[in-house]
Every structure is written in structure tokens, then in C-alpha cells.
């Protein structure tokens, strides 16, 4: 009888596994796991969304789930505040803070200074940059971040963000494939919405054993808050070698040639679909600031990133583009010197953070704009 009773016990064991797991890929759950978070309750929100490639040194990890990274953010808090002039900063890791402390982002100085618009509102910037460059994924999380009722947008852009055979390497359009797919057919991107890189996960990939690491992933940055909450470490910030001023003597751009960089080389129809999307809410575009060597072969080359020929050249159809389109554009590239760089050509020392943050909160305050 107890023979009977432990086969019994153990077939039921394995069809509620079964169950469970069928469940949990027919229903995909882990959106709405992800906005279950501690963060803004028992721990304050993160001044910036999760990442890390060192989690056990940040207190931070990265991980594609929009809800769990947006629930962990200060952003979540609750309401928008009375009389709150809500920006919100997208861009990549310049934006972010890479080997910046939250004190000294872009975000963090606009802030500092507590600028106050003429009528009164009370600017307020939120960091929404992600590392790692593209427009696309800069496009995902606005989508997302409309929901916080922005009263400006800042999208911090760069000539390695555009190219449009790129757009689609980045990890959280890979792994948000569903919803990249819906954003190519709502704004007509020309993306292509069956490319290989958009990652399809199988019924099994989307069982709970399938998903047990993203699972884990949700769970590891509750556990992190804590750590985090007590240090104010959200980064680990190792020795790096100075970004590069002597350059070799190459020309090329990922798989562009010169002399000619043309507007379909770019992902310009995303940064169209971001207007579109947002709105009435208006959009200021920055182009970032980027190194500008003097060294070895700087004649070629502004900086490992990019040879002259390109950079002039996406300056040209940039500032074209806004121009047609009546686009609001600031075109920051050489605002910042050599010596405010740290470990490449785009991002920034404090210093550095700062002077861009002076120069695009005194834009925001000379012309503020309003609702289109």
C-alpha cells in the first residue's frame, strides 16, 4: 500500500510539473511578475534603469524585462508630482552614467541646479539612457516610458546609434521581439520584422523551466535592492584604460566606405516614429558630444568610433532631416574637450557631465517647449 501511495504521490507531482509549466507558457506571466516590485516601497526607486555586467560587485544586473527595470526605478514611484516639468533622458551609456556616479549623470546634474521654467513648474529630469547604442532600443523604452506622463523628451543621439543594419543587435529588442515587431508595423520602420536576431523562444523556451533565468533574473534584482538601498553602489567602477587619441589610419564605418554616407544608411524612420509616438509630447534631439583627438592620425579619424568623412557627413543629413521635418535639434558634438572623456569617445567625466548639462538645461529654459 505504501508502494502505491508514493507512485500516486509522485504521478501527481509530475502532472502538476507538467501543468505548471504548460501554464506559464501559455499565459507568459513574467510581464506581470516583473512589475511586482520592492523597489519604491521597501526600497527607494533606482536613480537608473538595471544594469550590469557585474552584479555582484554593482548590486545591479541586467536583464530584458521592461516592467521589472521600469518598477525598479525612481520614475515609479507614484503620481507625477504637482507642478513637476517632467523630462525624461533616452540615449545610451553616455546618458546612463557609464563610470559616472548617480550624482554625477546627466540627469543628476540637471537636477542639481534646480532650474524653474517661467511658469513656475520645477524642472525634473528622469534617466532613462541604456547602455549599449541604438535608436531602436531607445524607441522600446519610450514606448514603455510614455505611461509617466513626460512633459519634454531628450533624445541623446549619436552617428553609432543610427546605422540601420544595427539596429536590431541590441539584447533588448532581441529578447522584446514581440513588441519591436508590433513597433516596425505601427510606424512603418523598414526593419525587418522576420530578421534571425529577434529572438522566437520555443513552447518549451517559454515554459517555467525555459524561463527559470529570467525568473531568477527578477528575483536576484529584489534581492539586490537591499545591498543597494544600504551602499548606494549601483556600479562597479574598475580601472580602464584612457579612451584612445592615437588612431589607425582607417577609414571605414562597420561596412560603409567612403566618400559617401547616404540618409538610408540610417535609422532615420526611427527617430520619426519617436515623434510619432510621442505625440503632442515635444522631443528635443541632442546630438551627444563626442572626443575630437588631435593625435595620431586624427586627420582620419575623429576617434575610434568614427572617421571624419562619416561624422561630417551625418551632420549634414542630421541637421537636414530636423530642418524638414521641423524637428527641435541641438547639435552638441563639439561642445565637450578631449580631457572630459574617460574611457571613450562618448562618455563623460563629471566635469564633462556637467557642461552638457548646463548647455542643454539653459536650451530647455531659453525656448521651453510646449505641448505641439
Sequence with gaps: MTGVSTWRIAIKAVLLFVVVNVMFALT????????LSAYNAVFPGRPRLPYSDFPDRAYNLSLHNLNAMFAAHEIAAGPKPAGEYRVLLIGDSSVWGFLLKPEDTLAAQLNATQRILPDGRRLRAYNLGYPIMSVTKDLLLLQHAMRYEPDLIVWLVTLESLPASRQLLHP???NNAGAVRALIADYRLSLDPSDPRLLNPSFLERTLIGQRRNLADVIRLQVYGALWAATGIDQDYPDYEPAAIDLEADDSFHDLKPPVLRAEDLALDVLRAG??????????IVNEPILISTGRNSDIRYNFFYPRWAYDQYRVIMAGQAQRQGWRYLDLWDLVPMSEFTNSAVHLTPGGSRLLADTIGAAILSAPPGRR
Excluded at 28 to 35: K, M, N, Q, R, Y
Excluded at 275 to 284: C, K, N, S, T
Design 275 to 284: 515623434h510619432q509616438l510621442a505625440g503632442d509630447i515635444p522631443i528635443l
Design 172 to 174: 533588448i529588442a532581441q
Design 28 to 35: 507568459d506571466p513574467l510581464p506581470t511578475i516583473g512589475s
